[in-house]
């Protein structure tokens, strides 16, 4: 099983270039969920989607774009990359919106914004 | 908005020893999870143990087991018979269901670094 599938696990990037972090799950899991990881700062939720063409804000979402067009599928965008956006990002999924499910995490993207 | 505190920053223990990493959390809401998540070095994010606030036992996963003080919203991990592979850091995290639906993301506290000497 392949469970959550991020992509790339590296990226640079220029200050205001544009690129979209990829994640997908093959668990027909309904949740999917965006998050950073900053050093000493623990995770902080970004977006999240609770079904296909449904998402929202999380805690962090300035400068960051999401959509979700199909149930595996559940990118994000950043639009004009800034160096404040130098992070680890998680994507992260549950079977249902429900606050028992279980996060399953994919293993990160390092973005480095120059 | 909920908060999760983790006031250890680093925390060291003997191989085989038995140590307890602390997490304290504020919230209003009556019904809700807790997480600890384990991060070792490859940077995946894995669940080491969970616990509802409805329940009054603690939960146990094998060398494992939380102490779930609802009233005072502490909830601190012990890790028995302590083993090198348990190195990392580790995450106490709180997810609650919002009215109407749908949960709220988990809220992470900044982690504990656990070492482990040998």
């Known amino acids: 099983n392949a469970g959550v599938t991020q992509t790339p696990k590296f990226q640079v990037l220029k200050t205001g270039q544009s690129m979209t972090l990829q994640c997908a799950q093959d668990m027909n899991h309904e949740y999917m969920s965006w998050y950073r990881q900053d050093p000493g700062m623990g995770l902080r939720l970004i977006h999240y989607s609770v079904g296909a063409g449904i998402t929202d804000q999380g805690e962090v979402p300035n400068g960051y774009n999401v959509s979700r067009s199909t149930t595996e599928d559940f990118p994000l965008r950043l639009l004009s990359a800034a160096p404040s956006q130098t992070s680890v990002y998680f994507c992260a999924s549950s079977y249902s919106g429900r606050m028992n499910s279980p996060l399953h995490f994919g293993n990160g993207t390092r973005l480095t914004v120059t | 908005a909920q908060t999760v505190t983790q006031s250890q920053p680093e925390m060291s223990v003997q191989e085989a020893e038995t140590v307890t990493l602390s997490c304290t959390y504020d919230?209003?809401?009556?019904?809700?999870?807790l997480f600890w998540y384990k991060q070792p070095p490859s940077r995946q994010m894995i669940l080491v143990i969970r616990q509802e606030a409805y329940k009054q036992q603690n939960a146990t996963e094998n060398r494992f087991s939380v102490n779930f003080q609802k009233a005072a919203k502490s909830f601190s991990l012990k890790i028995s018979d302590s083993q090198l592979g348990d190195a990392a850091m580790y995450f106490c995290a709180y997810r609650s269901q919002r009215r109407g639906g749908g949960a709220d993301g988990l809220t992470f506290g900044k982690g504990t670094h656990l070492i482990i000497q040998p």
């Open positions: 919230t209003s809401e009556s019904d809700y999870y």
